[in-house]
């Protein structure tokens, strides 16, 4: 596999890497090493650096005003952009667009105009409400909020979801409720606005990461229009997978990024710290730590590259996509754990980024899909038959 960027993949990471190091970095220093998002003329400075960049909206289809850019290229700047401290959560303080709900994209005319267009233009936030209570992993089957048609305008629905991100924050969401019997094709998908009657997020749920990564919302005869069913009824699970398996090309190659800073920061760390008369980075069992950051990097990195290649051919890249994201998880983790080690009592404290890129790639282990799930959807690949 050839992965040599070419002139254009080369000016565009070359900007973001500036960008970052210039304009993401500096401003960091006077944020709580938790902070999740900057003032709002700060960030509209920065949405202005990256439109001027052309590159605004790269989770968006070059129809809706996004920038015409492969796969490989959304990639290679996911790895960039994640570089600096909040990078594994919100990667450039979501100046490059943030994260979008994809499957908006898939919404009627109306739909459109109402929830996804105010959703691209930044006016308005959006919640993704598929895990619940009683399971996140196997949705499909996990899935006991119900809805109720009632008359032909209305459904009612009634549940609870859980570990929903930033749905305190959020203008509207999709919530997945059933509608039919069990399994995939019972559940469809709803347009929910956040100030409806019968809609509260209960409590925000405290993790390793910050006191806002997760909520849980309460629904309790929340009465929805018909027309705000996403797709078709019992589509849900469909509507929910759409685009899952492009959207955690990017997700496995930001775990990169902050791998490799992590791992940069180890190396030049062991070349200045003395430790009885030598530097660190002259004792062999430091620098078999750094050899296998070096291997377990080359090797994720290869991979997500592979996945993002096949995506742009249009060939199958479900597996490639699950492998890319088990593996830049996986040793995304250790990298920043050998690193930490490295660094000593340094590692673990918040003058440096370090502790909490290992508490948010911890998370990154599970979210998404955990790495036990990955493991089902390559082996039920290879396999060729459903695993249960």
């Not at 001027?52 to 289809?61: E, H, N, S, V």
């Not at 308005?124 to 109720?148: H, M, N, W, Y």
């Not at 859980?162 to 039919?180: C, E, N, P, Q």
């Not at 925000?204 to 078709?232: D, F, M, Q």
Request: aromatic share 8%.
């Amino acid at each position: 596999m050839d992965f040599t960027l070419n002139e254009e993949q080369t000016m565009i990471v070359d900007m973001v890497r500036k960008f970052v190091q210039q304009e993401i970095i500096p401003l960091e220093k006077d944020l709580d090493p938790d902070a999740d998002e900057v003032d709002h003329d700060t960030y509209d400075k920065l949405v202005e650096k990256t439109k001027a960049m052309g590159l605004y909206g790269l989770d968006t289809p070059p129809e809706y005003g996004g920038p015409d850019i492969s796969m490989v290229t959304r990639t290679l700047i996911a790895i960039e952009c994640s570089q600096h401290r909040a990078g594994l959560y919100v990667p450039c303080y979501n100046a490059f667009g943030g994260a979008r709900q994809a499957q908006l994209f898939e919404a009627t005319d109306a739909q459109k105009e109402k929830y996804l267009y105010p959703m691209l233009k930044g006016e308005k936030k959006v919640f993704f409400g598929l895990s619940e209570p009683s399971g996140g992993s196997d949705p499909a089957r996990a899935i006991q909020t119900k809805a109720v048609r009632d008359g032909n305008d209305h459904w009612v629905l009634n549940g609870t979801k859980l570990w929903i991100s930033g749905a305190d924050r959020a203008d509207y969401g999709l919530v997945f409720a059933r509608t039919g019997g069990e399994g995939r094709s019972g559940v469809t998908a709803f347009i929910v606005e956040t100030d409806w009657p019968g809609f509260n997020v209960t409590r925000v749920v405290h993790t390793l990461r910050s006191a806002k990564y997760a909520t849980e919302i309460h629904i309790e005869n929340l009465r929805v229009p018909h027309e705000n069913i996403l797709g078709e009824e019992g589509g849900g699970f469909a509507i929910a997978n759409d685009r899952l398996a492009r959207q955690r090309v990017p997700y496995a190659a930001e775990c990169l990024g902050v791998a490799i800073r992590a791992h940069e920061m180890a190396v030049e760390y062991s070349k200045i710290r003395e430790t009885f008369g030598a530097t660190l980075s002259s004792r062999q069992g430091i620098q078999w730590m750094l050899v296998e950051n070096e291997i377990d990097l080359r090797s994720a990195r290869l991979l997500v590259l592979d996945a993002a290649a096949k995506c742009d051919r249009g060939l199958p890249f479900r597996t490639e996509s699950a492998i890319a994201k088990l593996v830049c998880a996986e040793n995304g983790f250790r990298v920043v754990d050998r690193s930490m080690q490295i660094h000593g009592g340094l590692g673990v404290a918040k003058d440096l980024p370090l502790e909490r890129w290992f508490r948010e790639m911890r998370i990154r282990r599970i979210g998404e899909g955990p790495s036990e799930v990955q493991k089902h959807v390559i082996a039920r690949d290879i396999i060729g038959a459903s695993l249960r």
